[in-house]
């Protein structure tokens, strides 16, 4: 079975940093796409970084572009986001995803974690 474990989730002032950790078991992923995503309140889920065909680069949205960064440890099956200067738009629940197939479109990603919530104040 699959599982994807999200952790990193806090509260934090305007300005600060956080890094989110997504710990895949029940298979490898890796060069297998992977992302996140995020959801405000009240707001459809968003993409926010990831891998969409294996093996390829990273995407981000343009909202988080020079603030945030993906990477992977494969020896650990596990993907991380390292968010800096965040803002309070930045408030949301953040989701991992990842797919057994070798692309993915919007968000066609097979397997998605619990989420963790990321709230920053202002």
């Known amino acids: 079975q699959v599982q994807l474990v999200e952790s990193g989730g806090g509260l934090v002032q305007a300005g600060g940093s956080l890094r989110l950790s997504c710990a895949a078991s029940?298979?490898?992923?890796?060069?297998?796409?992977m992302g996140w995503f995020r959801q405000a309140p009240g707001k459809e889920r968003e993409f926010v970084a990831g891998v969409k065909l294996k093996g390829g680069s990273t995407s981000y949205a343009d909202s988080v572009k020079g603030r945030f960064t993906m990477s992977r440890d494969n020896a650990k099956n596990t993907v991380y986001l390292q968010m800096n200067s965040l803002k309070p738009e930045d408030t949301a629940v953040y989701y991992c995803?990842?797919?057994?197939?070798?692309?993915?479109?919007?968000?066609?990603?097979?397997?998605w974690g619990q989420g963790t919530q990321v709230t920053v104040s202002s």
């Open positions: 995803a990842a797919s057994r197939r070798t692309w993915v479109v919007g968000t066609q990603y097979d397997y």
């Open positions: 029940g298979r490898t992923f890796s060069s297998y796409p």
